[in-house]
Each structure stands twice: as structure tokens, then as C-alpha cells.
């Protein structure tokens, strides 16, 4: 299956440097590009792709707002030259599905575009450690009895493939572990973040380590 994949940054060449390395990939084609966050909205509303490569710092509507509108209708992967903390977070909580630095190789590109597409995160290993560092630093030393509740609203089968997300499991291995097709999995996904209220799988494993003792 080709990956349809909308580029959103606003300078030109960088625009073009990007396409370069995607259009390089058999599976990947590039369907459109725009130079602000509101023509990214605009044109993934359009083109549908499968997955938006979202610079942070752009015109008009930066790329965390855009991430947020662009909930359910495409994944973002994150693409920017800036790892400062405000943005990490932001682009997170907005929905996307990954965050990845300018300075990444076009290996990792290229794999950052397959794993958002396949319904997979993907996180540079640059920030990692400091959303763990974050996390660790928000979470009360000893944690209260863990809140159930979210856990009414999904079935079995759901909270099983939570706990797979919550450990960090891709889609390809919680169809393995839990004997699904790796298409119903995906289904399965979508479903639990949809009953959460979450936007993307990295808030689902956070709620996950949240609610588990």
C-alpha cells in the first residue's frame, strides 16, 4: 500500500528536501505541500493523506494548532528543528502521532512516515528521556488507588489492547500477542482512544501508566 503522505513547512527548500527523500521510497508519495498550518488543514481535508509531516513554527496557524484540527483526519508525524520542551509537549497533547528533529537521517524519516502510517508512534530519541523525566516528575511518589473508571468504558478485548499500548507494543505486535489480524488491531486502536477521548496512542500509554498501579 502506498503512503500518502501532505508536507507542511514553510520555507520552499526544505519543502523540497523532504519530497526528495520520500518520493525515493517506493511506498511513499508525496499528494501535497503546504507553507502554513491553516493551507495544511485546508489541503489534508482535502487530499485525505495518510499521514501530515508538521513543521511547529509557520504562519497563520502554527503546527500544534494544526495538529489539533487535523484531529481524525490525518496522523501528524511532528517534523521541526526545535526540541525545546513547549513544543514536545504541545504537539503531544494536540494529537500527534510522533515528533521527530530536522537533524534526523532519511532512514529514520522514511521509518518515522511508516510507523505513524501503520498506526504506530514514533519519538526521536533525543526528547524521549525528557517526556520520561517529565512524566516521572508529574507522578505522585506514591500513587493514590488507581482510577478505574476509563477502564467502564471499553470491553475486554479493548483493555487488553490498552495494556498492549501501554506497553509500548506496535500494532503488528499486539496482533501477535493477541491473536488478531494486524487490521482488526488497528480498528481495536482507534476504537479505545476514540472511547477515551484520547488523540493518539502516546496519550494513551501515559493514561495507561496512570491508571496502573
Known amino acids: 500500500m502506498t503512503i500518502r503522505v501532505l508536507v507542511a513547512d514553510d520555507h520552499a527548500a526544505v519543502r523540497a528536501g523532504i519530497g526528495m527523500i520520500l518520493q525515493g521510497a517506493d511506498d511513499i508519495e508525496v499528494v501535497g505541500e503546504a507553507e502554513d498550518g491553516e493551507s495544511a488543514v485546508a489541503l489534508a481535508t482535502e487530499l485525505r493523506p495518510d499521514v501530515v509531516l508538521m513543521d511547529i513554527r509557520m504562519p497563520r496557524v502554527d503546527g500544534i494548532e494544526a495538529t489539533r484540527r487535523l484531529s481524525g483526519i490525518a496522523d501528524v508525524l511532528v517534523l521541526t528543528t526545535f526540541d525545546v520542551d513547549e513544543y514536545v509537549f504541545g504537539a503531544l497533547r494536540a494529537g500527534a502521532a510522533g515528533f521527530l528533529l530536522k537533524s534526523a537521517d532519511a532512514h529514520t524519516l522514511l521509518e518515522g512516515v511508516r510507523a505513524v502510517a501503520r498506526g504506530d508512534g514514533m519519538i526521536s530519541p533525543a526528547v524521549t528521556r525528557r517526556l520520561i523525566d517529565a512524566f516521572a516528575r508529574t507522578a505522585p ?23 498492549c499500548i501501554g506497553h509500548g507494543m506496535s500494532n503488528a505486535e499486539i496482533a501477535r ?37
Open 177 to 213: 500477542v493477541l491473536g488478531m489480524a494486524e487490521a482488526t488491531t488497528k480498528t481495536h486502536v482507534s476504537r479505545v482512544l476514540h472511547k477515551l477521548g484520547l488523540r493518539s496512542r502516546v496519550q494513551a500509554a501515559i493514561l495507561y501508566s496512570d491508571l496502573e498501579p
Open 141 to 163: 511518589a506514591e500513587p493514590p488507588q488507581p482510577r478505574r473508571e476509563p477502564y467502564d468504558v471499553l470491553t475486554p478485548r479493548e483493555r487488553e489492547v490498552l495494556a
